[in-house]
């Protein structure tokens, strides 16, 4: 999961682009990245860690230009130690690309393959968002050579990609003397999104992979990027627009309402606030089936992205509603955090009960969702600690039983707590005193309730079911066995000084 941004302006976009990744940051702490385009030059700064701590003052100056690009890293497939699998990428031919992707493409590998073998175009790491800007800027140099106009080159070009890649992606580049290009997959399963705002000077436009990067910076919400189509921002600041892939279908993965996604956003015309605030509607009537309600005496969220769910939740059903775990704003999300045992130590550094909320009490604890079950199992150890009587634990997703392929990292079956095992044994293993999960049909139907207009969702995490059509077991168990030889690299590689 990544965080993109894209901005086209008749002033300086460096400080745009760092505030709006900023809002951003929640969808990738690893490393971040600007570059911007001046005098036809491409200008990038990019390091590992929070946007605060990559760029200084000098960095800033390093980067002139009214228009540019932002990212923020949370890796999938590749390396996340390797600085030149940061972006944004760039590539020199056709006519000069940056280029800043989210997602994760799930045929990378024989991509990578042909563009070695057929497109003779050389990569220099294992990222998939290289192998996308390399297929981009061969298709973009064979739509050129046909000797088109401008606008048919860049459709076309995009055309082609949609052909050739599968998986997620949202893309936004840069292209030297053509101007900015903003698509999206057939699918649409990662979010992007258009802003602009008038000024003097005209119209400025900005993409986004959610809308509070645009109204956080003072630019109007204006729509979705279409599944399937394509945006062109011509070097005049024009706006095209083009159905590249008449066959596309919305299908918006569902854990960017669940979890990733801030709450203050609005995605493929749905709040995120509401959406959760209707998860939490749809699971207290699960409670209420499950649970003795005479048996809670208080309903607490897990901080954060429960917080809307848990309230709707006790409303709901009459329930007393608590803050009994207090979030230490200063530590990072423990799910997008690489290494188990990093995530296991966060969460105490994370979170803390306030133990008058919990002594003798049996409590109702809400999460957005349970993947690992490492998170849930240490805050359960923490609620008994602090002199809980009983506790309960209510997730606003259903349980999470296979790997997500398409940016989630969900990669293997053995890190998910709810593969082969039912809900009294993932209840056991966290060692809650009862359970209950979100019904897949609810949490879609939640969704639905805001916006009609969606037939289908990305859930193979929850169901299996891959929309790509290019996913088997072989392709789960090669994932599997990649993970765990970079594993053994990495603990042989000699540690830094």
Not at 47 to 72: I, S, Y
Not at 311 to 330: C, F, S, T, V
Request: contains cysteine; glycine residues 8%; hydrophobic residues 40%.
């Amino acid at each position: 999961m990544c965080g993109i941004v894209g901005a086209y302006a008749y002033s300086p976009v460096n400080q745009l682009i760092y505030d709006s990744l900023l809002l951003l940051q929640h969808r990738g702490q690893d490393a971040a990245g600007i570059t911007t385009f001046n005098d036809n030059f491409f200008h990038t700064h990019r390091g590992k860690g929070l946007v605060r701590d990559v760029f200084r003052t000098r960095n800033m100056r390093a980067l002139p230009g009214n228009c540019g690009l932002g990212h923020v890293r949370y890796p999938c497939e590749g390396d996340s130690d390797n600085i030149e699998e940061a972006q944004p990428f760039y590539v020199n031919a056709p006519f000069g690309i940056g280029f800043v992707h989210n997602g994760n493409l799930s045929n990378w590998r024989e991509l990578r393959e042909e563009l070695f073998s057929i497109d003779r175009r050389h990569m220099n790491t294992r990222s998939d968002s290289e192998v996308l800007l390399n297929v981009f800027a061969h298709e973009l140099q064979q739509a050129t050579d046909k000797g088109n106009d401008d606008e048919t080159v860049i459709f076309d070009a995009v055309s082609a990609v949609y052909k050739r890649a599968r998986g997620s992606y949202s893309v936004i580049a840069q292209v030297a003397s053509l101007g900015m290009v903003a698509f999206r997959d057939p699918n649409g399963i990662r979010p992007l999104c258009m802003g602009k705002r008038e000024t003097k000077h005209g119209t400025e436009w900005m993409f986004a992979s959610e809308s509070v990067a645009l109204t956080g910076c003072g630019f109007d919400l204006v729509r979705d990027v279409a599944p399937g189509e394509a945006i062109w921002i011509d070097v005049k600041g024009q706006l095209h627009s083009r159905q590249c892939m008449p066959s596309a279908q919305l299908m918006p993965c569902l854990f960017e309402f669940v979890y990733f996604a801030r709450p203050d956003s609005t995605v493929d015309g749905i709040s995120v606030y509401d959406a959760r605030l209707n998860m939490g509607e749809y699971l207290g009537d699960k409670v209420a089936k499950t649970l003795r309600l005479s048996e809670i005496d208080v309903v607490m969220p897990i901080p954060d992205s429960s917080r809307p769910s848990a309230m709707q939740l006790a409303d709901r059903l009459n329930l007393p509603y608590r803050e009994g775990l207090i979030k230490n704003r200063y530590i990072g999300r423990t799910f997008i955090m690489p290494g188990q045992a990093v995530r296991k130590k966060s969460v105490r550094q994370k979170l803390s009960a306030i133990p008058m909320e919990f002594k003798g009490k049996n409590v109702l604890l809400v999460d957005d969702s349970i993947v690992r079950g490492t998170t849930s199992k240490e805050i359960v150890e923490m609620a008994r600690s602090a002199g809980a009587n009983k506790v309960y634990l209510a997730s606003a997703a259903p349980p999470v039983r296979y790997p997500n392929v398409y940016g989630v990292s969900m990669p293997t079956y053995g890190e998910l707590i709810a593969h082969n095992r039912d809900v009294e044994e993932i209840a056991q293993e966290i060692g809650v005193d009862g359970l209950v999960f979100q019904d897949l049909e609810d949490l879609e139907q939640a969704l639905r309730d805001l916006n009609p207009e969606i037939k289908a969702f990305e859930g193979s995490c929850f169901h299996g079911e891959y929309v790509t059509g290019d996913i088997d077991e072989a392709y789960l168990l090669r994932l599997c066995q990649e993970k765990e030889e970079a594993k053994k690299r990495k603990s042989a590689m000699p540690a830094d000084d």
